[in-house]
């Protein structure tokens, strides 16, 4: 068997890419920046921005409204409004935006800006029309919303947010590589036979394994850019392209080589991903897979398959912590949650489209209960920050690797002794 090989193979070769990368950077940068400079060329703009978040908040005996928009610019920003404003949530807005001080910062990452609602478009776009199919196949909105976040990437409710950072499922309900890793599979599993029949019949000669990606590439591609391209799911597809090139040239895949190569075209040619948290997390999750899969490939397959869940679970525990700082005893069955969603997702899609959603509604209602015992566990940064530098020295000693799971342990057990 021909051995794959590394994707850099000198140090030359690096460096040569890091140059070219922040190239690349650079110019997306000044690209942003005349964007930016345009934008506020005066104290106000006029946009044109969709709706995705929209609720009633209350403060200094002041209650009103909070919208989240994302524009047609792919600026991402809140504003509020009375609180009397009907529901517009999932509308699009063309409004007027006051922005005297908005830093290249602020323009880049999400911002708040005061603004004045000039007009209400009621045009129903797709993602509109799904969602509006979705809420009519249930009679509890919460559950709704839960398959809205699964099929359209809609922001899940706050208290369903809360709920299901309690039980350690929120990456099941935010679409990123792993949704696309069952949809790739299933789409697969679809064309896979259509295709051999044609190539049969038609062109026998053809690359079917080449001809297969491409269907499915192009599907999911599609499917990102229905979803607004979010940056979990820019991350994944970016991977699954550069993935696929490798593999074609015979260079290894399962590498931190790889990883490091889409994370920083995607960054150069993207730079608002920098601050998204949903592409850091996502990243992390692949960045613990290879780290799995480079010290203990002599396991055997069935072993890996069973011992992957649990150790991805673990080592981003402390990162959930941190940031989510919710934390229950059912957390930890998030691991068996997560090998049963791949035959849950799938199912419920088809289920939808056979006009039976419903079925698992009074399940979801009883997991969602189980979320509100939570009880709020915070991580120390000093906490975070060595599971952190364990986890890259991991990437070059096999036993670096294996602290930093013995350290992620220790992080699990302080969270359940908090709660019990």
């Not at 997306?28 to 978040?53: G, H, P, Q, W």
């Not at 699964?150 to 499922?169: D, H, I, N, R």
């Not at 593999?247 to 080589?257: L, P, T």
């Not at 791949?342 to 979320?371: M, R």
Request: glycine share 4%.
């Amino acid at each position: 068997m021909i051995e794959r090989v590394s994707l850099f193979t000198s140090k030359r070769d690096i460096s040569f890419f890091i140059i070219a990368s922040l190239f690349i950077l650079l110019i997306s940068v000044f690209v942003e920046y005349t964007n930016y400079k345009k934008l506020t060329k005066f104290d106000s703009a006029l946009v044109n921005a969709l709706v995705l978040k929209q609720y009633v908040k209350t403060k200094n005996g002041r209650t009103y409204q909070v919208l989240k928009l994302k524009s047609e610019d792919d600026l991402t920003f809140y504003t509020t409004a009375k609180k009397s404003l009907e529901d517009i949530k999932y509308k699009k807005l063309h409004l007027e935006i006051f922005l005297p001080k908005l830093t290249f910062y602020e323009y880049l990452n999400t911002f708040y800006a005061n603004s004045k609602i000039i007009a209400i478009k009621d045009e129903q776009n797709i993602k509109a029309n799904l969602n509006s199919y979705i809420s009519a196949s249930h009679v509890n909105p919460k559950i709704a919303n839960i398959y809205q976040a699964l099929y359209s990437a809609t922001p899940l409710e706050f208290e369903l947010q809360k709920a299901f950072s309690t039980l350690g499922v929120s990456h099941l309900l935010a679409i990123s590589g792993f949704h696309l890793g069952v949809l790739s599979a299933l789409l697969y599993f679809i064309l896979s036979p259509i295709y051999g029949s044609l190539q049969d019949k038609f062109f026998p000669y053809a690359n079917k394994k080449l001809h297969l990606f491409m269907l499915v590439s192009s599907t999911l591609f599609a499917y990102m850019l229905f979803l607004d391209s979010p940056p979990s799911v820019v991350r994944a597809f970016g991977m699954l392209l550069v993935g696929f090139i490798l593999y074609e040239r015979g260079i290894k895949i399962v590498s931190m080589q790889t990883l490091f190569l889409t994370l920083l075209l995607l960054l150069a040619f993207f730079p608002r991903l920098f601050f998204s948290l949903g592409f850091w997390l996502s990243a992390l999750g692949v960045f613990y897979i290879f780290l799995f899969l480079i010290h203990f490939k002599h396991f055997s397959k069935t072993l890996q398959f069973i011992l992957l869940p649990f150790w991805v679970y673990i080592l981003m525990l402390p990162f959930s912590l941190a940031i989510f700082e919710n934390f229950s005893l059912y957390h930890p069955l998030s691991i068996i949650y997560s090998v049963l969603f791949t035959i849950f997702y799938p199912l419920s899609i088809f289920l939808h489209v056979a006009g039976f959603g419903d079925l698992f509604d009074t399940l979801l209602e009883s997991f969602i209960a189980l979320g509100t015992n939570g009880l709020h566990v915070k991580l120390g940064y000093e906490l975070l920050i060595l599971h952190v530098t364990l986890s890259l020295m991991g990437i070059f000693q096999r036993k670096a690797a294996i602290l930093t799971l013995l350290c992620a342990v220790f992080i699990l057990i302080y969270a359940i002794y908090n709660v019990t």
